[in-house]
């Protein structure tokens, strides 16, 4: 089985940084060998939403939401396995829960019914 650990969440003034991470342990059976990892967020009593995608067969042409484009991140250290979102310029309207999820396919969207694993989420407040 698969399981994602999220860190690095936390309280930051409006125009401020953040870099969450997201550890990727175990392991699933994917065709390719090649795998989508993102990075959704949810406000409550709103459906969560997807943000930034990657496929590890092309990691380096993510897909972002417009919400956060030109300002996010979303990296992948293979040798740690690990996920990065790189959060820059931050806004009080990013304040949300983050979850990383990963999907064992090598065809990736961003829609939440895609993805089968997810972390427990890691709050982030912009105030």
């Known amino acids: 089985d698969v399981q994602l650990v999220e860190s690095g969440g936390g309280s930051v003034q409006a125009g401020g940084s953040l870099r969450l991470s997201c550890g990727v342990s175990?392991?699933?059976?994917?065709?390719?060998?090649?795998?989508?990892l993102g990075w959704f967020r949810q406000v409550p009593g709103k459906e969560r939403e997807g943000i930034a995608v990657?496929?590890?067969?092309?990691?380096?042409?993510?897909y972002y939401a417009d919400s956060v484009k030109g300002r996010f991140t979303a990296s992948r250290d293979k040798a740690k396995n690990t996920l990065h979102l790189q959060m820059d310029r931050l806004e009080p309207e990013d304040t949300a829960m983050y979850y990383c999820?990963?999907?064992?396919?090598?065809?990736?969207?961003?829609?939440?019914?895609?993805?089968?694993?997810w972390g427990q989420g890691t709050q982030v407040t912009v105030s």
């Open positions: 175990g392991y699933v059976r994917s065709d390719y060998n090649v795998y989508c």
């Open positions: 990657l496929t590890t067969g092309n990691p380096n042409a993510p």
């Open positions: 999820a990963m999907h064992p396919n090598w065809l990736c969207g961003a829609a939440v019914s895609e993805f089968h694993y």
